[in-house]
Nanobody, 122 residues
Framework: VQLQASGGGLVQAGGSLRLSCAAS????????MGWFRQAPGKEREFVAA???????YYADSVKGRFTISRDNAKNTVYLQMNSLKPEDTAVYYC?????????????????WGQGTLVTVSS
């Protein structure tokens, strides 16, 4: 099982980025997938997740600005990030739970991608 995250980069405050996470090794269409982030000196935190049934969940800090979606045919999950703020700067990780339901704790996710850096300048 492998998760490959991509799409990070440098963007000005107010800008947008779309992260992608391509899964391989098995089909993940029935499983919950999530995005987490870790800023320098801080713990990894939940950002967004999507259940195997397509229900979405967001951290309060990104609600209304970020959108998680999935393309089961491509075994890929996306994170559309709009109205980015400097405090969104972090390494973003995708992860998968091997069950349908979402949880927001990092320890509940079995497989992780390598992370992609998002830097938002002010």
């Amino acid at each position: 099982v492998q998760l490959q995250a991509s799409g990070g980069g440098l963007v000005q405050a107010g800008g947008s980025l779309r992260l992608s996470c391509a899964a391989s090794g098995r089909t993940f269409s029935s499983y919950a997938m999530g995005w987490f982030r870790q800023a320098p000196g801080k713990e990894r935190e939940f950002v967004a997740a999507i259940s195997g049934g397509g229900t979405t969940y967001y951290a309060d800090s990104v609600k209304g600005r970020f959108t998680i979606s999935r393309d089961n045919a491509k075994n890929t999950v996306y994170l559309q990030m709009n109205s980015l703020k400097p405090e969104d700067t972090a390494v973003y990780y995708c992860a998968v739970r091997m069950v349908v339901a979402v949880k927001v704790g990092a320890n509940d996710y079995a497989y992780w991608g390598q992370g992609t850096l998002v830097t938002v300048s002010s």
